[in-house]
Structure formats: C-alpha cells, structure tokens
C-alpha cells in the first residue's frame, strides 16, 4: 500500500517546497531522504496529512501512539501500516492441528522511542485514526480437521527419489512421495494432494538430514518454533538457530512443528497449538529443540508440566540459545534458571496485557475508540477529534419499516391468515423474511436479511 504521493506533492506545494525532489525512490517502497518540515500523520491508506488540518493536534499527536511524526530520529523508511506474511508458511494450512491465525498489521513505534505502544498496537490489531480505514481481516481456513484414528495426519514424508525432492506442489504437481500417518499407515502420494504445510516443513527435515553424516547420527530431534506477533523473535531466526544445532550435534530430524501467530499467554499454545497437538506423539528418548523458555510459552506452571511431561518420556529438551538441556539430569542451577525465565516471560505477559487494557481505556475515554461492531442503525464518525456513535439515517429508517410491518401483522392478523399459518412470532418473523427478500431489502453489507437478524430488529 503505497502513499498517496500527489496528496503529498500538493502539501508540499502549499508550504513553498518545489516539487517533490525531497523523497527519492518512488517506484516500490524506496527509502525517503527527506520530507516536508510541515508535521504530518499517515493513515491507513497511505495518506500524508498535515497535522494542521486536525483541531488540538499537538496534544492529541502526543497522546496518541498510533501517529507518526516526521521527526528526525523517526524519518519512515516505508509507510506506517503494511501487510506481514509468514517466513515459512501458513499454519492455517496445517495438517495436524487447525490453527487459525490472523495476520496483524504493523504500526511504527512512538517517535519518543518508547515501542511498547508499537507492541500494544500490534496486539491490538491497529486502532486506526480513521476506523472506516480498517484492512479487512483475512478469512479463517476451517478445511482441515484431524479425523479421530489422526489417519489424515501425516507424520514424516520423503521423496521416492532426491532427483525429486521440490517439495512444491505448484511447479511439480506430479512428484512422488512416501508418506506414513500417525495411525501408522504407509502410502505413496503426489504432491497435489498434500497441503503446503507438510510439503513445507518435510523439506526443512529432508534438507537437514540428508547433510547429515550417518556414520555420526548422534539421536533423533524435533524442532518447535512459536512467533506471536511481528515484533517478537522471528520464525526464521529461531529455526535457523535450531537447525544449526541440531547440525553440530548430529541430530537427525523427525518433526518440524511450528506455531506462527500463536500466543503462549496461560499456555495457550501448549493447549491449542503445534506444540499441544504434538506432544503426545514425539518419540521417547529423542530431543526437543527449543530457541528459548519463553517461545516455550508464557506461562510458568504449564512450562513446567510441559518439561515435566517431557522428562516422563525421556525426551531431553534443548533451550538453544540459553545453552541448557532440560532433563532428568539437569542441574538445580539450570533447572533455576529456566524456572526463572518462564516466569519473568509470564510477567512480560501480564504486563502486556495490563498496558493493553490501559491503552484501551485511555482511547475510550478519549473518544478514540469504541468497542465492538458498529449496531445496525447506527455509524461512527469524528466530531472535533472525538469518535461518537450516532444515528444512521438510511439504516434505521429499514429498522422503522421491518418494525411497523411486524406490529401491523401482529395487529391486523386476519387479514394475513391466508399466507401466515398461525399468529405467532416464528411464523410472523418467517414471513417477514421471505417480505424483505421479495422488496429487495438489504442490510449495510448488500445482503438479505436472516430471520435471526429480523428478529433482533423487532425485539431492540
């Protein structure tokens, strides 16, 4: 999403600033070398506005975390609000367990320096200066669910020959691969009909193993990576560092579980997540190959149940960047240590949350944000700098005219006992519907109205 550069070579203009020789590398998203002294914000489109146009703006740019200035220590290489992709994949396309992750757009941290309100906003999803800004949000994938005996769960695939080892069911559709499931069952299948989640993560395992000496093998290991947001330690460089590892200990890959998107607050993650899925199926006697306690989870006493667990079926777990092994054999002080750490990670995580709260109120009170969906009948808009929620014309005329049929059938029944077979609210709502459908009313989103919606109409 590119900004608005005419919009910004007419401000420019306006404040006697020829041309628009101040920012280079328009094509793309190029580096800016300057930019108009004039204070200004971008929104969500990608728009320059100058902050004049906005009534109390220095306070209100003060206050608010989610303005960038184009101060000196704050010049924007790239606009404030883009769209992030996973480094790896999707895991709303996983196979083994349904994640259902949403994408958050990105805000630039507060000029002062201060990114905990970059964090804030992030988590928030990006309360925007203009709420009819919003992205939409991408849709959720419910294609996959694991049947109950996991036979659709594939637990390792390998390529029937490395001459065919793309991994890429796009461009090599036809290519062969040996599959086994978790309920144990072997097959060979092409790759159109694996999803890319599996195609992805096998060729992470099958381009670690085949490096690897077999003269040397040193164990099997599994590897487990969790990034919840944009601003934490990424996907991969947490996977680079374990892979790494796992090369200088001669481990050899048996599974790649990663949980993108997914938060490790109260040990969701162990619950919901790869991680929560996989648990009871990683072998005994193996290795698990984590970058850190806190990409573990957040949350001290499901960390520990978790390791307990571990411990219980001879699986040694190595914190990668902490340098620690956590097994039946760990020393207090390590075992401290990694004790530690969850528990300042769940600190961090309540600390999070509180901040988040007090933004959240701060913006409520400032008028700036209003939670929940806008009801049916009503708009939001901006009125000197607050956000108020006021009547909508067009819509709440469509709530008088359902209303005023309703009561005038209720009343008046006789005269429709021919097409509604008994004077009730079900039958009179039914009606109503097939009514709206035949008038061609819609609601907001140029769709018909469902009787449950009708209904909601009459009794509010």
Same mark, same amino acid.
């Given at each position: 999403?590119?900004?608005?550069?005419?919009?910004?070579?007419?401000?420019?203009?306006?404040?006697?600033?020829?041309?628009?020789?101040?920012?280079?590398?328009?094509?793309?998203?190029?580096?800016?070398?300057?930019?108009?002294?004039?204070?200004? &914000?971008?929104?969500?489109?990608?728009?320059?506005?100058?902050?004049?146009?906005?009534?109390?703006?220095?306070?209100?740019? +003060? +206050?608010?975390?989610?303005?960038?200035?184009?101060?000196?220590?704050?010049?924007?290489?790239?606009?404030?609000?883009?769209?992030?992709?996973?480094?790896?994949?999707?895991?709303?396309?996983?196979?083994?367990?349904? =994640?259902?992750?949403?994408?958050?757009?990105?805000?630039?941290?507060?000029?002062?320096?201060?990114?905990?309100?970059?964090?804030?906003?992030?988590?928030?999803?990006?309360?925007?200066?203009?709420?009819?800004?919003?992205?939409?949000?991408?849709?959720?994938?419910?294609?996959?669910?694991?049947?109950?005996?996991?036979?659709?769960?594939?637990?390792? /695939?390998?390529?029937?020959?490395?001459?065919?080892?793309?991994?890429?069911?796009?461009?090599?559709?036809?290519?062969?691969?040996? @599959?086994?499931?978790?309920?144990?069952?072997?097959?060979?299948?092409?790759?159109?009909?694996?999803?890319?989640?599996?195609?992805?993560?096998?060729?992470?395992?099958?381009?670690?193993?085949?490096?690897?000496?077999?003269?040397?093998?040193?164990?099997?290991?599994? &590897?487990?990576?969790?990034?919840?947001?944009?601003?934490?330690?990424?996907?991969?460089?947490?996977?680079?560092?374990?892979?790494?590892?796992?090369?200088?200990?001669? =481990?050899?890959?048996?599974?790649?579980? /990663?949980?993108?998107?997914?938060?490790?607050?109260?040990?969701?993650?162990?619950?919901?997540?790869?991680?929560?899925? *996989?648990?009871?199926?990683?072998?005994?006697?193996?290795?698990?190959?984590?970058?850190?306690?806190?990409?573990? @989870?957040?949350?001290?006493?499901?960390?520990? =149940?978790?390791?307990?667990?571990? +411990?219980?079926?001879?699986?040694?777990?190595?914190?990668?960047?902490?340098?620690?092994?956590?097994?039946?054999?760990?020393?207090?002080?390590?075992?401290?240590?990694?004790?530690?750490?969850?528990?300042?990670?769940?600190?961090?995580?309540?600390?999070?949350?509180?901040?988040?709260?007090? @933004?959240?109120?701060?913006?409520?009170?400032?008028?700036?944000?209003?939670?929940?969906?806008?009801?049916?009948?009503?708009?939001?808009?901006?009125?000197?700098?607050? =956000?108020?929620?006021?009547?909508?014309?067009?819509?709440?005329?469509?709530?008088?005219?359902?209303?005023?049929?309703?009561?005038?059938? *209720?009343?008046?029944?006789?005269?429709?006992?021919?097409?509604?077979?008994?004077?009730?609210?079900?039958?009179?709502?039914?009606?109503?519907?097939? *009514?709206?459908?035949?008038?061609? /009313?819609?609601?907001?989103?140029?769709?018909?109205?469902?009787?449950?919606?009708?209904?909601?109409?009459?009794?509010?």
């Amino acid at each position: 999403m590119n900004p608005n550069y005419n919009n910004l070579q007419n401000m420019m203009q306006q404040q006697g600033i020829q041309g628009i020789q101040g920012i280079q590398g328009i094509q793309g998203i190029q580096g800016i070398q300057a930019m108009p002294q004039q204070p200004f &914000i971008i929104n969500n489109q990608g728009q320059y506005i100058p902050v004049m146009m906005m009534p109390g703006n220095q306070q209100q740019i +003060q +206050q608010n975390p989610f303005m960038v200035i184009n101060q000196p220590q704050n010049m924007m290489p790239f606009p404030v609000v883009q769209n992030q992709h996973p480094q790896f994949m999707n895991v709303a396309q996983n196979p083994f367990i349904m =994640l259902q992750q949403q994408q958050q757009p990105i805000i630039q941290g507060n000029p002062n320096g201060d990114n905990n309100d970059a964090i804030i906003a992030n988590i928030m999803g990006n309360v925007a200066l203009n709420q009819q800004d919003n992205p939409p949000k991408p849709k959720k994938d419910n294609s996959f669910n694991p049947s109950k005996n996991n036979s659709n769960v594939i637990k390792s /695939i390998e390529p029937l020959t490395d001459n065919e080892a793309h991994f890429d069911a796009t461009n090599f559709p036809n290519e062969k691969y040996k @599959t086994i499931t978790l309920n144990g069952k072997e097959q060979e299948l092409e790759a159109k009909d694996l999803n890319n989640y599996t195609l992805e993560t096998g060729h992470i395992i099958h381009k670690h193993n085949i490096n690897i000496n077999q003269n040397n093998m040193k164990g099997n290991a599994s &590897i487990y990576v969790r990034c919840s947001n944009p601003n934490g330690i990424s996907i991969d460089t947490q996977m680079t560092a374990c892979l790494n590892y796992a090369k200088e200990k001669d =481990l050899v890959l048996k599974g790649v579980y /990663i949980d993108d998107g997914v938060s490790g607050r109260n040990g969701k993650n162990l619950k919901d997540g790869e991680i929560g899925f *996989w648990k009871e199926h990683i072998d005994n006697n193996s290795n698990l190959l984590i970058y850190s306690a806190d990409r573990l @989870t957040r949350h001290l006493f499901s960390g520990l =149940l978790f390791l307990n667990t571990m +411990q219980e079926k001879d699986i040694d777990v190595h914190f990668v960047n902490n340098k620690i092994i956590y097994n039946k054999s760990i020393s207090a002080m390590n075992k401290s240590s990694i004790q530690q750490e969850l528990q300042t990670a769940e600190k961090y995580s309540n600390d999070t949350s509180e901040k988040i709260k007090g @933004t959240i109120n701060r913006l409520k009170n400032e008028g700036k944000y209003i939670a929940g969906r806008v009801p049916y009948g009503y708009k939001r808009i901006k009125v000197d700098g607050q =956000l108020k929620q006021i009547v909508n014309s067009i819509e709440m005329d469509t709530i008088k005219l359902i209303k005023s049929r309703y009561n005038k059938i *209720w009343n008046k029944f006789d005269d429709y006992s021919n097409d509604i077979p008994k004077k009730s609210q079900y039958y009179i709502i039914k009606y109503l519907k097939q *009514w709206c459908d035949n008038q061609h /009313i819609k609601d907001r989103n140029q769709t018909y109205f469902t009787e449950s919606r009708i209904k909601t109409i009459i009794y509010n």
